[in-house]
């Protein structure tokens, strides 16, 4: 089992950044694959970006150049700096954690992000 505990999420004007933090427990943070999904109102939830426990990274292409996700495996952390916001960012952003052997998922209870004027 992983424990997933989102934070710093908010309001920011377009064109700001926010930085988010997922903190995890639980279970042996190098396992699993770690990644930021977002869901805005009456959309899929959809992926943003992942990392591998080898820094391994992946973007959606709508984030690319302005998102950057990175961990911290000696405090079990994940990050998603946020840079160039826009409106179309608003969202409840999500924290996942995927087993690279078991493939199971576990989330976080998410925190919003409103990128507004």
């Known amino acids: 089992q992983v424990q997933l505990v989102e934070s710093g999420g908010g309001l920011v004007q377009p064109g700001g950044s926010l930085r988010l933090s997922c903190a995890a427990s639980?279970?042996?943070?190098?396992?699993?694959?770690m990644g930021w999904y977002r869901q805005a109102p009456g959309k899929e939830r959809e992926l943003v970006a992942s990392i591998t426990s080898q820094t391994n990274t992946n973007y959606a292409d709508s984030v690319k150049g302005r998102f950057t996700i990175s961990r911290d495996n000696t405090k079990n952390t994940v990050f998603l700096q946020m840079n160039s916001l826009k409106p179309e960012d608003t969202a409840v952003y999500y924290c996942?954690?995927?087993?690279?052997?078991?493939?199971?998922?576990?989330w976080g209870q998410g925190t919003q992000v409103t990128v507004s004027s």
């Open positions: 639980g279970s042996i943070f190098s396992a699993y694959v």
């Open positions: 996942n954690a995927r087993g690279v052997y078991t493939g199971r998922n576990f």
